[in-house]
């Protein structure tokens, strides 16, 4: 309040300083320059009248004209300025009357009998007392002056006077802000910094590992109740605290436990591999033996015992063997993945010749057909990849329709990064309702009597497509015969060469969309098909070996 009650007491001389300093420059300055110029003025009056009455030229009262005119600008002028000047008002007026006077008296009568009777007779009027007469207008101009530059003295001295008593208001207020600052120093640093300086050493207590430390404060209740609030964090801290170090502890537990699952698990891989090599080398010789003794049995005793010694002989060589493929089955699908020769760029063209070739007698003796479109390089493991399409083909060979020719179809479209790879038939069709359960290890739909197999083959397919990063399915929405998908990671520069073909600025964006297979499905034939039938009608060449791969009743085509 004192600080306000000195600021405005401040502003009130400042305004009032300013106020006298405007009054000498604007004023009092002014009006000491109008009356010099007043002066001028009556003294052009003067010299004009004496001049006219000497020469009697009218040219000569030239300047008293001027004079006149100037004399009632400047009194107009000052007149202006004496709101607050009573007494230059007065000795104005005074001059005014003198002047008037003079005019009156002298320059008047001067003038016309001039005029009238020569100049002789108007020097006649220019006298003594004439001149008297003028030297009270110029006295009562010097008494004008007086009075202003008494009045200008007056403005400096308020000027001088405001300005002492606004220097000393500053100097009190600076003692008042240096006084004050001290009090405030000292009040904050009672209320406010000793108190937090306390609250700081107890949260350090705290942050050093005692979280049970409570924390007090004293002070203002605005530092008691962040004390509280503090106080508050760090009862939650030590809560989350105590739940965090019993999910530690129970972490550890599940830790420890892991750790021995997962030695568990390596000892169980240990005897998984211990039991792979002893039925690859161990079982398989006795197997060996029970189906080659029992072969020998059904040669050389067949006939000569009774039927059903025929049939039991039967049973069992027939157990050997599905014994010995369903241990070389078990011994591939755990191979996958656990021993692998490293990825590399397959050609899947290449691939379907060999499954062609691995085939070959299963497609002549059901004079199955086996086609294929372009397929795509992909990186994998060749081995796989041709036991994957190979499973896939066989299964296809396997589960025809009764007197209907096989027709085997696989083709390849690009989805995203990655290639779809369909094999289509024609053969007995897969239920919706068991198209998952088909790739379940020992699945069977079909007695061993209908379809031969060990149950296992779609398994191992289903391992190797997983293995290379891709999935598999039955399609169920066909009209006719399986047809199974599988997706594998198509190549970087596959991709971006189908991207570029798709873009709305490339030309061959129509034809890169055949080319990928985008254009339409793999199950439905294609407008334009990159291969070449092998029909029956197709002529034979010169040295009687069937054009496009055919042989005997079998047809392949390779696209």
Known sequence: MLLIGLAAAEAAMAARNRTQIDAILNETGPLRVQSQELLNAVLDQETAVRGYAVSGDPNDLTPYQAGLDQEKNVVAAMRALLDNYPQVGQELRIVEERAEQWRQSVAVPVITTTEQSGTSAGQALVTERARQQFDQVRAAIEDLQAEILTAREQSADDVRNSSNVLVVLLIVAALVVVVAGAVLLLSLDRMVVRPLVGLADQVREVAKGDYQHGIAITGPPEFVQL????????????????????????????????????????????????????????????????????????????????????????????????????????????????????????????????????????????????????????????????????????????????????KVHVSARLVGAEWEISCQDNGIGIEPEFADKIFVIFQRLHSKDAYPGTGIGLAIAKKIVEYHGGRVWVDTDVPEGTTIRFTLPALPEDVEAAAAADSPESPQAAAAGVATGDSAPSDETPATPPEQSAGADRPDRADGSPEGGRTGDMRETVG
């Open 227 to 406: 004390g509280a609030d503090v106080d508050a964090m760090r009862q939650k801290i030590a809560s989350d605290l105590a739940e965090v170090r019993e999910a530690r502890e129970r972490i550890e537990w599940v830790n420890s436990q892991l750790q021995k699952q997962a030695e568990e698990l390596t000892r169980s891989n240990r005897d998984l591999e211990q039991f792979a090599y002893v039925a690859s080398h161990d079982l398989q010789e006795p197997l060996r033996k029970v189906a080659s003794f029992c072969q020998l049995l059904q040669r050389r005793y067949a006939g000569q015992l009774d039927e059903r010694a025929d049939q039991y002989i039967a049973f069992a060589v027939d157990g050997a063997q599905r014994m010995q493929r369903l241990i070389n089955d078990l011994l591939a699908f755990s191979r996958i993945g656990r021993l692998t020769t490293g990825f590399s760029e397959v050609d899947l063209n290449k691939v379907m010749g060999d499954v062609a070739g691995q085939t070959e007698a299963a497609r002549q003796y059901a004079d199955a057909e086996l086609t294929w479109t372009e397929l795509p390089v992909i990186r994998g493991e060749e081995p796989l990849l041709t036991n994957l399409l190979a499973n896939l083909v066989s299964n296809s060979i396997k589960f025809r329709r009764p007197d209907v020719p096989p």
